[in-house]
């Protein structure tokens, strides 16, 4: 038939000098059935390779009693593993990314709540008890904790749907911290159901055009602020506005512009970026406070309660008609603050080559949240500003999380009255020089180049965010996503492959233009696994591949086999397998061979094709070339000899 | 590097006695780029693969303008193709068919009219305008229209829940009317856009589980016809019923259910059952004419009106209360009918060797539902068991149908005083025989063998339709059939590969055992497109390979390059390609070679990189062998020569 075997051992000689058996002209390779599993084997298989694929029990496994139990403190409280170890050296770096953060984190605190509709003192709130009991749970070294755009807005717009923050702040406070306390809970939930893919859906192209759509909605509504309007209404040209408070708005929104372009310019000087914030809100105060701000139009931000976190477990409400509204409203915005902070976690143990572990990290952030709902805090998570600043400052360890919620501290306990002259109108600034980090011209255009669809996916993220809703603009991206990889499943492609002259290699004739067609056999890679959605397809397309290459395009009058390549083909379904019983039908005049079915496939396959025998065991082969081989012995006469006539698809 | 091309020519020398060209030494083949396609390309070739994959316009190129003319005709009006042919021989077959499928078609047709909630009279006038719409328009030769049990079933159970077809029959008509229309006209919108595979995602597995549930509820509703009780009730215990009507629904139930078996049994006596029903009728009619049925308790069906179908324009409603609803039911109705019409043809067109167009199927069926509607029809499909009679009965093109449509007409004109004295209690039992022949132990058993996870689908369609609702039922089953390919995707295989020995064959280590990993090298296949769902999976998974084989399971200290066979990633998203940088800023010390990545995947992959250059051209490979080939002479000390110290899984 061939002999294969002895030659190919060639390729071993590079790196073995001793060839240790040749058999002498070998048959085909049989496909050998895999091991046999019982059902319980499998499901045990498919549950950890499902839910538990990082399998975290493995450090445990060998290992004595006491060690075993200090692993396991160490798994549920991360913090034990690097305090023990910490010394000076390590606070001395800490303290310094811990002061820079909270220099970035006070300012952005009070921004963001505002971008929340929440009484400006929740985002410091939120800057405290936050970090402290992400340090004890968290396994990142680098995440800074607190208030985000992203989420703050979001929970801001969903809530206000329903409530007025202005009419009613009261209540709109109490449902912001229900809302964060289901978010917590649904991102604790996630995380101990190992159900953490669910973020995944939540892709990148998705979340480009979400925040871009974000960032347009929150630069318009923070111009109202910058220009000193309180409320876009049809009236507004009558509305008195005050040119100090334009001057002032655009004059700041410049420095913190130009500060960020410094930063993105030369990275060294991250704290130009980092610092500008707080030196902006410092000067604009002195000035509002110098120039009395008040008697010129410019709205201050008025007095501040002093003091740490009160609790606030008095406030969370779990009946009434909003009860829908937090609950969808903790679903989205624990989702989107998981998505950024699951992120930012990986991106900076990549860069730092230390690993993150995605369910511990979202039960860390849950519980946060959790905790925080009860003591005034909105919901936080890792902060991509914070996180990038933390880094650049030199953190090493989550202390510096510490550091900053202490200086948070400090501010809440006694710098409280400073703030009581900070004009409004440099938190939109600050906030709008933050939102405007969130368009990426770039990575949309990446994104064009690479796949158009995933570009159409962001498009409908973007102005679904823009003029539907932040969650319906999300769902129809996650929808448009879902819908495309099933269409892959429906549609799978099917290639004809040929052979790579002088060898025994077979690609796609299309893809690979020196590969040529055997005559006399079709070969055909099915890439997708086969099942109830696309067997119909499949089943057509085939017998049109048939068609085409008997008829027109080939013009192969003499075609005998059909060959499918199923390296390609991962898993059949009960609906699957009969594929191959009605493709064995309609080819009742020529063979029909199959190559490499894998071991799930080739199970079933057996299995239903119990009693019928119309799979046959020598038209099974490991390789398209031994396929080829040990059929062309018998193909009828026009074809054999004739390959110097084989035809090239153009 | 290696020498295969020339060594691997045996293979060929097997169709060909001559060697065209015999490279001496050649390299490891480089991987070509497929040739360049635009954008616009690219979207026409997605958007024919996607929706003209049987590429409906084949048969027209190349032809002069008036054989396109006949052939568009023909396209639109299959009677064309087949009429002018028709003979007299071909007649004599039909005649003996046709009067067979109309002896059967008026009993089922005034039963299943019944289970409708509708009145008998209707399964008559469903049984007479739908087939010749049929006729004119469908493609199939063997195809029996007329009402079925599993869609007259739904119709009347959904419809049901908000209209009492006893209370108020003239709106219950009317809205069955308006879901037949909407029904007719989905079925065509999705032959017309060429969406008819959104009929696959009720798969072999849902569809048992729904028919076997249908079936129960139908049989226990059939029952109380049987045992003569007008409503199941909580006082059912003191509603006076009668012994004769029980006598009677048994003993034509056992020789309805005797006349299947012997059927089944011997399939050329088909005749037994498909004549049973209508003598069932006869003789009941008969004795219960004879015996003064009413006198003995024992419902009869009473006066029907005789004459063809009047016209029901009228009777259709597009406004008010009940329009969702008379939406929603067409819609599943629709879905459910147009499944089975399309199992149906397609099973017969594969057993005689002809070919059914499922969306020209699905336009036929529409159609005839639309002008159904419109002629007093209810929802009418290609009914299994009138096809399977029609077939046996040696039908040999649509005009089968036109004979039964005649018969039926022929009843409507001057036999229905007939039927006046017909027992309900004998349709009732006409139901429940035909409907236990949905039940398919034997399937679901193969179900159970082939694919665990298809039987537990099954298991909700079945419960779901019994316990919940047949739409809820239905959602339930297919939202798990999704999830199901979702998770596929999300969670994707990764296999780590060995040579199998003596040849250049790289084969799953698990499945093959004779196979052995090559020191040195980690050879991975992943198993599935690679795109936002599982990008954060796979890289996990394969770092947590790279640690199991560094550390425990193979011991493998000197592990240096890291080889992923692309072949089965059929292709690549914008999220997917970062995979791959990701990966390469992992393996930092180690190499990263990509085997047989396919087309579309290099081209995604070469454009992210472009800039960056972390994917080396040279680290690309058409093969596994060639890559371990290439990169063996680079593997540092000492692994070379050691491939006897091979370690295998177990």
Redesign the interface.
Known sequence: ????????????V?????V????EV?EA?PV?P??KQS?LQR?KIWIK??FF???PLRQFRGQPLQRKLILGAQYVFPILEWAPKYNLKLLKSDLISGITIASLAIPQGISYAKLANLPPILGLYSSFVPPLVYVVLGSSKDLGVGPVSIASLVMGSMLQDEVSPIEDPDLFLKLALTSTFFAGLFQAALGILRLG?II??L????LLGFMAGSAVIVSLQQLKSLLGIKHFTKKMAIIPWSWQTIVMGISFLVILLLARQVSIKKPKLFWISAGAPLVCVIISTILAFAIKAQHHGISIIGKLPKGVNPASTDKLIFNGSHLGLVIKTGFITGILSLTEGIAVG?TFA?LRNYKVD?NKEMMAIGLMNVVGCTTSCYITTGSFSRSAVNNSAGAKTAMSNVIMSLAVLVTLLFLMPLFHYTPNVILGAIIITAVIGLIDIPAAY??W??????FLVMLVAFFGVIFISVQYGLAMAVGL??L??????????T?MLG???????Y??L?????AAR?P?FLIL?I???I???????LH??IL?WIEEVEENLMKDFSLQFVVLEM?????V???G??LFK?LN??LEHKGLALV?P??EVLV?LK??DEGHKKIREDYLF??V??A??SL??T?KAP??????QETVVE
């Open positions: 038939m061939h002999n294969s075997g002895s030659t190919m051992q060639s390729h071993v590079d790196i073995t000098t001793e240790p058996e040749v058999p070998p390779h050998a895999p091991p059902t499901l390779e499902t694929s990082d399998d893919f995944d859906f892709s990148k192209a998705i990986r990549a995605g990446l994104l180049k690479i796949d158009k669809f995933d996503s879902i495309k990889v099933l269409l892959q499943i429906t549609r799978p492609k290639v052979r790579i002259p002088g060898t025994d290699i690609r796609d299309y893809h690979y233009k020196e055997v006399g890679r890439e997708a696994p099942n109830f959605a696309n067997i119909t397809y057509e397309r049109r390296s390609a083909v991962s898993t379904d009960s609906s397998v009969s009605d039908t309609a490499n894998l071991a079933k299995k239903a490991v390789t070339g031994e080829v081989a062309s012995s193909l074809t054999v000899g004739e390959e110097v």
